[in-house]
């Protein structure tokens, strides 16, 4: 078919996973879309979606002569996020096909265009029927000869959406990182510093010098820690936001910064092994995660642990925590190294995107006031 591309999954690498981090419009959007799919009658439990929705998935595929290894290993190419998103346009799906009596893998044209067209009145923007266009390119979906979420009438319909409910940015500025940088300087030296000031410290460092998200922390492993002279290498425990098969990234390297060792992460993450030696579970320090409570146990944390940890350095700094999440780190360090006159291209790097217009569209933010490296360019 003319205009027809071919594509494993097309469309779903734009708006709808930035995390730009500012609680503005587009988190509005995302909740308002996580809810219009779910208020069918059905709940945000798991199981429920479980069995009303990837069930039936599972269950076609094996009716395509597909074995239950080969689909458990096609339901795994959706990363836990991805899931969390497209699990209730898939359980809605689900049901608009029980409703027409139709395959929910082998719909035709129409069908496909009747549900983003049902998602869209539910009062949804473009962010979320684009979530659900993506759903279909997911599942292998094909109509005409080509991917559902990529047909050219599909397109058109999605340009038609824009037009009359465009997406929103999710904010249009960004916290300045020099409050930040000044609460960091003025803190204790570190071998006087509570675990929890210590942690609070290395968490923000490690996400300022890295412009990485919690998810990035959070994978960061104790073992195999390699530690030289001008920077520690930290091996992740999967795969983060950005890997991808041409682009896997497997450890995160943290540079010493000798201008001021107040802002130096790699002493920082010394002082925190050392402190946390002993702290730790024995037994469990070759396959433990990096951080850990700071409080006994002392276990490892979750990524909403470390979420809050980068709030309250946020809110220490004078940080309106209201406006601004822990993703909007990310952006803020982004942010000032481009104002540092520090080359697109690097900052690209750094932070694993791949598109200029990723950067541009959900990163490079005015910043709000009160080297030749990003780590640089971020602290001067």
């Known amino acids: 078919m003319v205009g027809c591309t071919f594509v494993d999954d097309p469309a779903v690498d734009g708006n709808i996973t930035q995390d730009a981090g500012g609680r503005t419009s587009d988190n509005q959007e995302k909740e308002k879309c996580t809810k219009a799919s779910i208020d069918d009658g059905g709940t945000p439990n798991h199981a429920t979606h479980q069995a009303d929705g990837m069930f039936v998935v599972r269950e076609k595929l094996r009716e395509q002569g597909i074995s239950a290894e080969g689909t458990d290993i096609l339901l795994a190419s959706w990363r836990p996020g991805t899931e969390k998103q497209y699990r209730?346009?898939?359980n809605r799906w689900t049901k608009f096909c029980n409703r027409g009596d139709f395959d929910p893998l082998n719909p035709t044209l129409s069908d496909v265009i009747n549900f983003l067209s049902e998602t869209f009145h539910r009062g949804v923007g473009y962010e979320c029927v684009n979530t659900a266009r993506g759903a279909f390119s997911s599942l292998g979906i094909v109509v005409g000869g080509c991917c559902a979420g990529n047909h050219p009438l599909?397109?058109?319909f999605m340009k038609g959406v824009f037009n009359l409910r465009p997406s929103k940015p999710r904010y249009s500025e960004t916290w300045d990182v020099k409050p930040v940088l000044q609460k960091l300087k003025m803190m204790d030296l570190l071998h006087s510093l509570s675990l929890k000031e210590l942690t609070l410290k290395l968490v923000m460092l490690m996400a300022l010098t890295q412009a990485a998200r919690v998810q990035t922390l959070h994978l960061l492993m104790l073992k195999n820690i390699n530690i030289e002279e001008d920077s520690i290498s930290v091996w992740l425990g999967g795969n983060i936001k950005q890997c991808r098969p041409k682009f896997n990234v497997k450890f995160v390297k943290f540079q010493a910064y000798a201008k001021d060792k107040r802002l130096c992460v790699c002493e920082t993450l010394k002082c925190y092994l050392d402190k946390t030696k002993n702290l730790r579970q024995d037994g469990e320090q070759e396959d433990q995660k990096l951080l850990i409570s700071t409080i006994k146990p002392h276990k490892e944390v979750s990524k909403d642990t470390i979420a809050r940890w980068i709030r309250r350095m946020l809110v220490m700094s004078g940080v309106d925590t209201t406006k601004y999440s822990a993703g909007s780190v990310r952006?803020?360090?982004a942010s000032k190294a481009k104002a540092m006159a520090m080359p697109i291209t690097f900052i690209m790097a750094k932070a694993g995107w791949s598109s200029e217009a990723t950067f541009?569209?959900?990163?490079?933010?005015?910043?709000?006031?009160?080297?030749?490296?990003f780590q640089d360019a971020v602290l001067e």
């Open 88 to 90: 209730p346009h898939v």
């Open 154 to 156: 599909v397109n058109r």
């Open 331 to 333: 952006p803020a360090a």
């Open 360 to 373: 541009a569209k959900y990163y490079d933010k005015i910043i709000v006031q009160d080297s030749d490296t």
